[in-house]
């Protein structure tokens, strides 16, 4: 089920990760929101932080990006720790 949350700062990082592990591998929104199997626009949710993402899909955008994905739940954390 979607998720319609009020975006935290932790879902607006998450989503800039995945942001720029995407074009660090080249990949545009459509070819990613593609393989994970959603609209281009879903893919522009999750990157601009307004729609929640469960672990299960961070998993999925992961694999597709062929990164941890620890890469995308953990990393904006860890960048931003006092």
Known sequence: P???LPRT???QRIGLTIQRLRELHGISQEQLA???DVGRATLAHYERGTRRLSYERIQHIAWA???PAEAIALRPA???AA
């Open 65 to 67: 990006l062929h990164e």
């Open 78 to 80: 860890l960048e931003h």
């Open 34 to 36: 593609q393989a994970i």
């Open 9 to 11: 700062t932790e879902d």
């Open 2 to 4: 979607r998720q319609n």
